[in-house]
């Protein structure tokens, strides 16, 4: 589908980042709304783009880290358009499926292309998730953790809702360590961002949020040791396309 200029206008978004700080969860959650319900309509079409053409296949390598079999219930969180989602329908066909997003307009997008795939669609915030304590074998994320309000809640929430012994996996861009390579990367990634937020919005600081949220997001090493901490076990990570991606899995703690 081309552009027209109803489009253009219609997916021209006007906030401005340094009105919000990413470091205040309410503040960074009122910002993603508004970024991903203006990105919704060219949000696979943009991924495809920044990763270049590479998203597909981290996504795959994602749920191939997952069990094969016995796997009843799984949850995806921040959803988008439900690639992940419609990928652990296929996967697990006897399994129940539940996908949360906190854009109706990404839910919408999410629904109409999942066809008769038997998943559950919620709109809602990742961080708190609906459901009781222990009632799901695999969790998924695709770029989740970068973008949520506040991490150290998020993972305490996964972690709440994760079956003992339950998988997760999160694909998303990584930070090192090392202060020049992060500023190499986030170079990189904002410049490269900010020339499709023009393109498609007119507004380069709408991908540019990409570089902005990993500003503020832990580097690698941090990152694994707060995972840790909230008590996952196994955590393992594997970096893609010269460490700029990375998808990361755990797993809870089993009692014997």
């Not at 949020?209 to 997001?217: C, Q, V």
């Not at 955590?235 to 797993?251: E, K, N, Q, W």
């Amino acid at each position: 589908m081309g552009y027209n200029p109803g489009m253009r206008k219609r997916l021209r978004f006007t906030p401005r980042l340094v009105e919000y700080d990413l470091n205040d969860p309410s503040s960074k959650k009122d910002y993603n709304e508004k970024v991903f319900t203006a990105v919704a309509p060219r949000y696979d079409l943009i991924t495809r783009i920044l990763s270049f053409g590479r998203d597909r296949a981290w996504k795959r390598e994602l749920i191939n880290s997952l069990p094969p079999t016995g796997v009843l219930r799984a949850l995806d969180l921040a959803c988008g358009t439900g690639d992940i989602a419609r990928a652990l329908a296929l996967r697990y066909p006897a399994g129940e499926i539940t996908a949360i997003d906190l854009t109706p307009e990404m839910i919408r997008l999410a629904q109409r292309r999942s066809g008769s795939l038997a998943i559950r669609f919620v709109r809602g915030d990742m961080s708190r998730i609906p459901g009781p304590d222990e009632s799901f074998d695999v969790i998924t994320g695709g770029y989740a953790l970068r973008n949520a309000p506040d991490l150290e809640a998020l993972l305490h929430e996964i972690m709440r809702v994760l079956k003992p012994g339950g998988t997760a996996a999160f694909l998303d861009f990584s930070k090192s360590e090392r202060k020049i390579l992060q500023a190499g990367q986030l170079f990189l990634l904002g410049f490269w961002g900010s020339i499709w937020g023009y393109i498609f919005h007119r507004n380069p600081e709408v991908y540019g949020y990409i570089a902005a949220s990993l500003k503020t997001f832990p580097d690698r090493r941090r990152l694994m040791k707060m995972i840790e901490r909230t008590g996952f076990r196994d955590v393992r990570c594997r970096y893609f396309f010269f460490g700029f991606s990375a998808l990361i899995t755990c797993r809870k703690f089993q009692l014997p």
